[in-house]
């Protein structure tokens, strides 16, 4: 009967962890996580959030590759470049309306917004090229600055937007 008290207190005397000392380590490792986290948000706010655009001046090729009268759409730039007769310019293929991509209707003569139904003039006569003919749009669409570069190429800027008619001739 001795022995077996012996064994029970050698027993007793290491039962691993107690209650305190749980709550103390889950306590620690709490506040450690919590540091953690506020370190990498830290950091996130820290560390510069820089959002590289593509410029807004596009290349649009050469002059000669578009044919008198015509409307050709450059969706990755949002740009229609026009070849009129006075010469060309480029309007913004953006809708005023609520910022759809246009899309020319070569069988209307039109620029038409296919969310809402916005349709714009390019090359009837007696109408300004890019004028709201009808739909909710509350402007016509933006006639962005075109002009000749040095070496013969078509420049656009799309964040300078200019008066209707002026156009670039070649």
Same mark, same amino acid.
């Given at each position: 009967?001795a022995?077996?008290? @012996?064994?029970?207190?050698?027993?007793?005397?290491?039962?691993?962890?107690?209650?305190?000392? !749980? !709550?103390?380590?889950?306590?620690?490792?709490?506040m450690?996580?919590?540091? &953690?986290?506020?370190?990498?948000?830290?950091?996130?706010?820290?560390?510069?959030?820089?959002?590289y655009?593509?410029?807004?001046?596009?290349?649009?090729?050469?002059?000669e590759?578009?044919?008198?009268?015509?409307?050709?759409?450059?969706?990755?730039?949002?740009?229609f470049?026009?070849?009129?007769?006075?010469?060309?310019?480029?309007?913004? &293929?953006?809708?005023?309306?609520?910022?759809?991509?246009?899309?020319? @209707?070569?069988?209307?003569?039109?620029?038409?917004?296919?969310?809402?139904?916005?349709?714009?003039?390019?090359?009837?006569?007696? @109408?300004?090229?890019?004028? @709201?003919?009808?739909?909710?749009?509350?402007?016509?669409?933006?006639?962005?600055?075109?002009?000749?570069?040095?070496?013969?190429?078509?420049?656009?800027?799309?964040?300078?937007?200019?008066?209707?008619?002026?156009?670039?001739?070649?």
């Amino acid at each position: 009967m001795a022995e077996e008290k @012996k064994e029970r207190i050698q027993t007793d005397a290491n039962p691993g962890i107690d209650r305190r000392e !749980f !709550f103390v380590r889950m306590g620690l490792g709490s506040m450690g996580i919590a540091a &953690a986290g506020t370190a990498v948000f830290g950091y996130q706010f820290l560390s510069p959030n820089v959002l590289y655009e593509p410029s807004p001046v596009v290349n649009m090729g050469r002059p000669e590759s578009y044919q008198l009268d015509s409307v050709t759409l450059d969706v990755d730039a949002r740009i229609f470049v026009i070849h009129a007769k006075e010469g060309f310019f480029a309007l913004s &293929a953006v809708c005023t309306h609520l910022g759809c991509l246009t899309a020319w @209707k070569p069988d209307l003569g039109i620029i038409a917004c296919p969310c809402h139904g916005s349709k714009f003039d390019v090359l009837q006569a007696g @109408k300004t090229p890019g004028e @709201k003919i009808e739909g909710p749009a509350p402007r016509p669409l933006p006639w962005l600055r075109m002009w000749l570069s040095d070496d013969g190429e078509l420049m656009v800027d799309r964040s300078e937007d200019i008066r209707p008619l002026q156009f670039v001739r070649v």
